[in-house]
């Protein structure tokens, strides 16, 4: 494990230092696991308390802070300045893989492979596939027939990559994780439903990183397409010719149904959904659990079932929690122009007596 | 790729040609990705809009249509027509993988295999497996003790068929699919849980399938049954004794609790839950993340949480969107009340004052 | 198979024999489908009436009911007392398989192995894991480098147990689940997301129950904590950091997001979802699709979106349904208002005239 000095890593990220620069970091830690040598940060208020009890050597924070007494690296942006320096401790996704072909994994001939890759034990790849340069296919992954995978690539074991399927450089892909399933598309005849063959692909293009069980289906026809720097959290389910844009971020558990739009800079929260055949604009957000049941404007936030624009679901969301108390105040009201009614011998209800 | 004139495909699809029936098609596309020599459908009125701007020589549509200059074949159904021209065109899922056993397969004696079965890389069969003709098992799929496949069946890669589950003829089943997982049972002592042995099956009727990620609990004794023709999509929760009877379709994320019955022709849209113990009749829908607490009647749509009657749902939501505005008019009318009220020198109110 | 008198069982389990105590039995069945020389229970009020037409010859349960003529087993936890039975006939889960190491296995050497384990085909066990006595993993699991798993375990086929994550002794993991995939984490800078590298591991303790293709996510630094005898459904999502105490249950497709903590002897519904940093107190229940957004105190229930103490939200929900209605009365109850403003000349409506 290689060390650094807080002076160093002030330079390494371009942050300030405030108290002594001389300390040695050894590695890098959470702010409640943090022990004397290692170095933390604090970007979320929630976690300020924390500051006066962790026992990290240094923290990176974005503000002075008197209530922790050891150094302080000062910077806009603490928890991307605390990325730089994980990754200056930790050894890279990349290198950790041992190169070359293990013997047990099954590569036909004419399957195109790119230099310095690494395939792991059990792997199958079929026949007509192309994988690029430094990739890693970790144990026990399937890879389809035709399918292309680019360069620098990280699979887990036991993902899935259909037939065809085109994955661009940088991708990485969690366990489990399936790759141009079919479609769920079905010609009713009565009763009974029949399957229409999904002869499209799934494209991914670059640095995108698709989680664990999550589900990709492929085209009926055409291209369902996950587009760059997207992030796709765990157990996610995309149906056929989805269209994601750029940057979008997709948490667990969410669905987008089949031929919908999600533009780009994007955000589904967790456990959202939204039916087919809608667009969700540029930059809108879905917040957790929310069902978007028609196209959402670019730049727009929206939650609830059905999904609503986020401030006015929040004054509904507040409203139904006084509306046991209204129902009530009502029935009084109404009783309150009764008698009203009564005491000028007239009005609808003066009947009813 | 073979090449079919229109008047060819209106004979085979038993439509009617408007335009020109000479016109040579090579191959089938959707409405926005299809070139000149390609046919495609007009089925969903959302997409009305494309047929001016498609470059597809021809449309499969249930109406003339005079925006678009190509050849037309009208026809009812026209998604079921297209089905067969996709078919036309493409080599059907069974004919692609080739026949035999893979020689990294373990198929320990005994097991039954049927004729003209295709088994690939490092699947794992064990003891007492029976197999029917033609079925294909893709790569890396496991098939525990005393399993039962059909006929015709396509099971694709890291599919798990646990011990002693049946899977009928012309089943397909997609990646990371668990057939036959324990149920979810336990039996509370204090704070701890012992777990109850599930010493129930899955039963997986004919011309099911079932999507990638999908999981099917087997029942605590007796049986978790898929009827006939039912359709399931991606990570659908299926619990152990549920029961789905014939031509269901489930869509991606749906959940279904223990011992639950889905009658048949019914329809669970994305992320829909069902409580346990409860009938959901013949026909019934519920809409996306509807939340269905109790039995729901055959032939009866509900939707929201907790699911209610579609349209009495529908009414509902559009009531709550009209909620904060009501508020502030309730406290308006409360006020002309208290008006009234004073200016009679009466009411319950006024002794308020 | 073997066979036990009534009267035999009833000492087993410690009930009171009701009629025939010399009937003997040879396996055990839910009420419905029990045939003679069966023994079944009734604990579910709601399957009452299938009393009188089973077909068992024995049925467990708390109360003498007259409606059945087999005989009965009197006792207060009917479905405990069944579940010991269920055990006197079923085999153990970890005696059905055949001990050793298949040969297609792949151990490297320095793997620790413990006594009288069961590795199946396929499997790929890394570098520097360590596996405890009598534990088995069933065909095609991966086990990467580092990873600890304790004794009596059960994986079953196709789950990937990441590098340097921690399982405890007797701990059962279903198809397809993935412990240790990267946390869901992202510095943004810009419209870019740069990963964050996930350090940390999963630690699962003793008598955890793991379903089918759920997942867990490492920590970024540190641990995410499944504590003691917790028991999670299929398609579960834990994301990274997150703690779970001793004794809770998490049913399927629940989610819970990064650094949340719920508590011991919890219990989290189908479908539910937490958000992230917060606490769910022990002995908090989160209804079925509940969203929780704030933390909730120990021993409450919660339900609905936004999650509210559960008796109120049933009063919202059932006020919601009679707000349609309300609607209508509050146009009506308005009128009444503006005929009394004019019938005395007076009030703030009459302007309007």
Redesign the interface.
């Known amino acids: 494990m290689p060390s650094y000095s807080i002076k160093e890593i002030a330079g390494i990220v371009g942050g300030e230092v405030v108290g002594d620069g001389s300390i040695v970091i050894r590695g ?3 702010i ?2 943090a022990v004397p040598g290692k170095i933390t940060f604090l970007a ?1 208020p ?1 976690y300020e308390s924390y500051l006066a009890s962790t026992k990290a050597s240094a923290v990176i924070t974005a503000g002075g802070n008197g209530s922790f007494d050891g150094a302080i690296i000062n910077i806009d ?1 603490p ?2 300045a ?2 730089k320096v ?2 200056l401790f ?1 050894q ?2 990349l290198e ?1 893989y041992s190169r070359g072909v293990h013997p ?1 994994a ?1 590569i036909p001939e004419g399957v195109k492979l790119g230099e310095d890759i690494s395939i ?3 792997v ?1 790849v ?1 026949e007509n596939v192309s994988i690029g340069d430094r990739t890693t296919l ?3 992954v ?1 890879v ?2 035709g399918a292309r995978i680019g360069s620098d690539c990280l699979i ?3 993902v ?1 990559i ?1 037939e065809k399927c085109e994955i661009g450089d940088r991708v ?1 892909i ?3 994780a ?1 790759i141009g ?2 479609g ?1 598309g ?4 009565g ?7 999904q ?1 499209g692909i799934v494209r991914i293009e670059e640095d995108v ?1 698709i ?3 999550t ?1 990709i ?1 492929r ?4 291209v369902t397409l996950i587009g760059h ?1 997207s ?1 796709l ?3 996610v ?1 995309i ?1 056929h ?1 989805v269209v994601i844009g ?2 979008s ?1 997709v ?3 969410a ?1 987008i ?1 089949g031929s919908t739009e999600l533009g ?2 994007g955000g589904l929260a ?2 959202a ?1 939204l ?1 087919g ?1 809608i667009k969700i604009g540029d930059g809108a957000i879905v917040g ?2 929310g ?1 978007v ?1 028609k196209s959402v404007p670019a730049g727009t936030s929206v939650s ?3 999904a ?1 624009e986020h401030s ?1 679901a929040r ?10 108390d ?2 009530k ?2 029935r009084n ?5 009764d ?3 009564k ?2 011998g ?4 003066a009947e009813d007596d």
Chains 1, 2, 3 share one sequence.
């Open positions: 890098v830690a959470g409640r696991e979320n929630k942006n928890y991307l605390f990325l994980v990754r930790a890279t996704q950790k047990t099954i792991g034990a059990y199958v079929e970790l144990p026990l399937c389809n027939d887990y074991p036991h899935t259909r990485i969690h366990s489990g399936v399933s079919d769920f079905y010609a009713r005849n009763e009974e439903h029949h399957k229409i063959p002869i990183e989680g664990a069980n589900t289906d085209a009926t026809m055409g720097g992030k959290d765990n157990l389910q149906a010719n750029e940057n971020v948490a667990a558990q669905g149904s780009k800079n967790g456990q959904g039916v055949h957790a659990q069902g049941t609830g079932y059905p609503r006015f004054k509904i969301c507040a409203a139904t929690a006084r509306l046991p209204l129902l105040e009502f009201l109404q009783n309150r122009v008698a009203l009614e005491g000028k007239s009005g609808p209800s």
